[in-house]
């Protein structure tokens, strides 16, 4: 495809070059990922190019580069290298992706799941409705990578659950191409501020819930709120929304004849009642129109109630069998890293979840209080670079639940993991309750599993289904339920 048809009724301005130069290989941030053929894209303050790495993405093949702000300097004087100048980089990113890839998004249905917490969860719920209830192939971005199918689609390693548009168009491409009628993705806070989901043909957006979390990006509550909701500016043409959200229930305003709502409090187009939860699941009535329907999920909580009504709803919106997908509900699997449940041989229940900011830890520790026969035993710590704020309150609430707490090294990233753990050590502390602090995360682990006696359960936080630990520029293979089961092996 030529550039000009990439561009065509995009505002732009010719810097350099012709713009009716053949693209082969697709637009590329990345500057060591340009193959011949490719559009550079010299995006501002991009960590792996930017303007600065102008010369070697043209020494490697690129054959235009787009750019924003002045002409990029030291540029070859290269006649057959077009350089194209627009206003906004990450919206032109996401056009010209999405019109490479043939618009992937419009050959399917496309779900993008925004919220602090239960992305992953809903995805994985509404991909095994339709898998269960109609044998259905669908595909999967998010924070565990991308599937279609089950299969994995194999991509860069990379810590974004919202991928850079351009992999984001790639996959949506993959998939169509793979025979997926639908896709399901995450649509993070950053993903949705600096336009990766754009092109990408959203049917249904879907709202969770907004609690504090990546203040060290927005900075404050509000701004974190205005980014969430842009997916429901313009971005996607219905939404689900939790209507138990006080920003859920905003949403309807915004788009005013085009908002379905689920809730367990609040009145909802969807809504379960009578929840009862037990180590196994938790079983409920599912309400919809005139119609009750008696409902279960193996995974227990309100939270998880939750996620399987707006998985539901979105299907069911999208024209699924309503019963059917009431009906897959109790035959999910369990999802990795989302209260994941393990035994282990001397009788002790380990759950290992993502929960990692204060109000997904709450809940997550509120349910496991409520059925855990014994003590509860929680491994956790905080990521770094990364909102300190939360740091005291999560020390809080798992001393308040828990019975003994190992704390423990997270992602420390480029921050000390000890002095990460400094500050959480008060939190814990005000609660009373004892507490051990072990900064190897594996250590952190079995000390917890030779703590704990039949009948206890063992939570381990923070990582979920995370398969490495990002300490400084490395990503260090790291998996805590392979950790669990290798040591209840030993």
Same mark, same amino acid.
């Given at each position: 495809?030529?550039?000009?048809?990439?561009?065509?009724?995009?505002?732009?301005?010719?810097?350099? @070059?012709?713009?009716?130069?053949?693209?082969?290989?697709?637009?590329?941030?990345?500057?060591?990922?340009?193959?011949?053929?490719?559009?550079?894209?010299?995006?501002?303050?991009?960590?792996?190019? @930017?303007?600065?790495?102008?010369?070697?993405?043209?020494?490697?093949?690129?054959?235009?580069?787009?750019?924003?702000?002045?002409?990029?300097?030291?540029?070859?004087?290269?006649?057959?290298?077009?350089?194209?100048? *627009?206003?906004?980089? %990450?919206?032109?990113?996401?056009?010209?992706?999405?019109?490479?890839?043939?618009?992937?998004?419009?050959?399917?249905?496309?779900?993008?799941?925004?919220?602090?917490?239960?992305?992953?969860?809903?995805?994985?719920?509404?991909?095994?409705?339709?898998?269960?209830?109609?044998?259905? %192939?669908?595909?999967?971005?998010?924070?565990?990578?991308? %599937?279609?199918?089950?299969?994995?689609?194999?991509?860069?390693?990379?810590?974004?659950?919202?991928?850079?548009?351009?992999?984001?168009?790639?996959?949506?491409?993959?998939?169509?191409?793979?025979?997926?009628?639908?896709?399901?993705?995450?649509?993070?806070?950053?993903?949705?501020?600096?336009? +990766?989901?754009?092109?990408?043909?959203?049917?249904?957006?879907?709202?969770?819930?907004?609690?504090?979390?990546?203040?060290?990006?927005?900075?404050?509550?509000?701004?974190?709120?205005?980014?969430?909701?842009?997916?429901?500016?313009?971005?996607?043409?219905?939404?689900?929304?939790?209507?138990?959200?006080?920003?859920?229930?905003?949403?309807?305003?915004?788009?005013?004849?085009?908002?379905?709502?689920?809730?367990?409090?609040?009145?909802?187009?969807?809504?379960?009642?009578?929840?009862?939860?037990?180590?196994?699941?938790?079983?409920?009535?599912?309400?919809?129109?005139?119609?009750?329907?008696?409902?279960?999920?193996?995974?227990?909580?309100?939270?998880?109630?939750?996620?399987?009504?707006?998985?539901?709803?979105?299907?069911?919106?999208?024209?699924?069998?309503?019963?059917?997908?009431?009906?897959?509900?109790?035959?999910?699997?369990?999802?990795?890293?989302?209260?994941?449940?393990?035994?282990?041989? &001397?009788?002790?229940?380990?759950?290992?979840?993502?929960?990692?900011?204060?109000?997904?830890?709450?809940?997550?520790?509120?349910?496991?209080?409520?059925?855990?026969?014994? +003590?509860?035993?929680?491994?956790?710590?905080?990521?770094?670079?990364? &909102?300190?704020?939360?740091?005291?309150?999560?020390?809080?609430?798992?001393?308040?639940?828990?019975?003994?707490? *190992?704390?423990?090294?997270?992602?420390?990233?480029?921050?000390?993991?000890?002095?990460?753990?400094?500050?959480?050590?008060?939190?814990?502390?005000?609660?009373?309750?004892?507490?051990?602090?072990?900064?190897?995360?594996?250590?952190?682990?079995?000390?917890?599993?030779?703590?704990?006696?039949?009948?206890?359960?063992?939570?381990?936080?923070?990582?979920?289904?995370?398969?490495?630990?990002?300490?400084?520029?490395?990503?260090?293979?790291?998996?805590?339920?392979?950790?669990?089961?290798?040591?209840?092996?030993?």
């Amino acid at each position: 495809m030529k550039l000009s048809e990439l561009l065509h009724g995009h505002d732009h301005q010719v810097l350099h @070059g012709d713009q009716d130069i053949p693209i082969t290989s697709g637009p590329c941030l990345d500057a060591d990922r340009v193959t011949p053929g490719s559009l550079y894209v010299a995006l501002p303050g991009h960590p792996e190019g @930017g303007p600065e790495a102008v010369g070697e993405a043209v020494a490697r093949g690129a054959v235009a580069v787009l750019v924003e702000g002045p002409d990029p300097s030291g540029r070859p004087a290269d006649p057959g290298v077009c350089v194209v100048r *627009v206003p906004d980089a %990450r919206v032109t990113t996401a056009l010209v992706s999405s019109r490479y890839h043939g618009e992937p998004g419009r050959a399917m249905d496309v779900v993008a799941v925004t919220g602090t917490n239960g992305k992953t969860s809903v995805s994985s719920i509404y991909e095994s409705l339709l898998r269960i209830s109609e044998g259905a %192939r669908v595909g999967v971005i998010g924070t565990s990578g991308a %599937r279609t199918g089950g299969d994995p689609i194999l991509m860069p390693r990379s810590v974004l659950s919202t991928p850079e548009a351009p992999d984001l168009q790639y996959l949506l491409a993959c998939m169509r191409d793979r025979g997926s009628a639908s896709v399901v993705l995450e649509a993070t806070s950053m993903g949705l501020l600096n336009h +990766r989901v754009e092109g990408s043909f959203v049917d249904v957006g879907v709202f969770t819930n907004l609690t504090q979390d990546h203040l060290d990006d927005h900075g404050t509550m509000e701004r974190y709120q205005e980014a969430k909701m842009l997916l429901f500016q313009g971005m996607c043409r219905r939404a689900v929304v939790n209507a138990d959200d006080p920003v859920g229930a905003t949403i309807p305003a915004m788009m005013p004849g085009a908002v379905t709502t689920y809730a367990i409090e609040a009145d909802a187009d969807y809504r379960a009642t009578d929840l009862v939860v037990d180590a196994s699941g938790t079983r409920f009535v599912l309400h919809h129109g005139e119609r009750k329907y008696p409902a279960a999920i193996p995974i227990p909580g309100r939270f998880s109630v939750s996620n399987a009504l707006a998985a539901v709803a979105a299907c069911h919106l999208l024209g699924h069998d309503l019963e059917g997908l009431v009906d897959a509900l109790d035959r999910m699997p369990q999802i990795p890293g989302r209260f994941e449940h393990f035994a282990t041989p &001397d009788g002790v229940s380990v759950i290992v979840d993502y929960a990692h900011s204060p109000d997904s830890l709450d809940k997550v520790l509120y349910t496991i209080r409520g059925f855990a026969p014994h +003590r509860v035993l929680t491994v956790f710590g905080c990521g770094g670079d990364r &909102d300190t704020t939360k740091r005291v309150r999560m020390g809080e609430i798992a001393g308040t639940y828990s019975d003994l707490c *190992v704390l423990t090294s997270d992602n420390p990233r480029y921050e000390d993991p000890e002095a990460i753990m400094d500050q959480v050590v008060p939190g814990i502390e005000a609660t009373g309750t004892p507490f051990e602090r072990v900064g190897d995360r594996h250590g952190a682990i079995a000390l917890a599993l030779s703590s704990a006696r039949p009948g206890d359960v063992v939570l381990v936080a923070g990582k979920g289904s995370e398969s490495y630990q990002s300490v400084g520029d490395d990503l260090l293979p790291f998996d805590d339920m392979t950790a669990v089961r290798e040591i209840s092996r030993a």
